[in-house]
């Protein structure tokens, strides 16, 4: 058997299915004003809407419920030892039982902790973290016959929720001038791979699609 197109496998069952997506700041509005800041990574985009997954409990998501706005700012991969110290941490003043168990921690200032400035945003409240090369501003969209509880809130206690981009901010650098385009060998996402923080790697090619 040619062992290169038939490789052996075997059945695993893997504590987690983190498979390697983007690293995601967002930020949200505090009842208080102040700014929190949530890492996550489950997170797809198709055309101008972004479905996230966030777990109950959260500062952001109890943000999110209440307030239907966020920047979804995209860490860069020099951001990672920021992205980690406030890694432990939660905005939500309570730290629910099963956090502090595995060593989470409240902190009401992430931005300082991070490391990171924040801007102002065009068309939502909660403030961009200038740090990141790409800043989504984006509203909850509702579906208006619908009522809240239709979030889908699953027996885990994850919220899945869609997101409508309304202005995209990029830093220059990470753009073709004179171009909408980001450029992909400018642009260092930060990744979350099994746990682990990963750059992009080297690029291998274009779809046929590809403007840049
Ligand atoms: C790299 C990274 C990725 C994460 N991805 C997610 C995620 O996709 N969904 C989620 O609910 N939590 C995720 N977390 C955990 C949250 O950041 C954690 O629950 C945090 O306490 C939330 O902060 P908040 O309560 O202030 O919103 C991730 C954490 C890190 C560091």
Not at 38 to 62: E, H, K, N, Y
Not at 107 to 134: M, N, Y
Not at 148 to 160: C, F, P, T, V
Request: hydrophobic share 40%.
């Amino acid at each position: 058997m040619d062992m290169h197109r038939h490789p052996r496998t075997r059945v695993i069952h893997p504590s987690i299915l983190y498979f390697g997506t983007p690293v995601l700041l967002i930020t949200t509005r505090n009842p208080d004003g102040s700014t929190n800041i949530t890492p996550m990574s489950s997170a797809w985009a198709l055309a101008d809407r972004i479905v996230i997954g966030l777990s109950g409990g959260g500062q952001g998501l109890a943000n999110l419920r209440r307030e239907r706005e966020c920047v979804l700012n995209l860490a860069g991969e020099d951001m990672h030892r920021g992205v980690e110290r406030i890694a432990p941490t939660t905005g939500h003043a309570s730290v629910p039982a099963w956090k502090a168990a595995t060593g989470y921690r409240h902190e009401a200032d992430k931005f300082t902790l991070g490391g990171w400035h924040a801007d102002a945003s065009v068309s939502v409240k909660p403030p961009r973290i200038v740090e990141c090369p790409l800043q989504l501003e984006a509203r909850v969209l509702l579906d208006l016959d619908r009522p809240l509880e239709a979030w889908r809130d699953s027996a885990g206690g994850y919220a899945i929720i869609e997101l409508e981009v309304l202005h995209v901010h990029a830093h220059d650098e990470v753009t073709v001038a004179g171009t909408q385009h980001v450029d992909p060998q400018l642009y260092r996402p930060l990744f979350y791979l099994f746990r682990h923080y990963m750059g992009p790697g080297k690029p291998l090619g274009r779809t046929f699609k590809a403007e840049v």
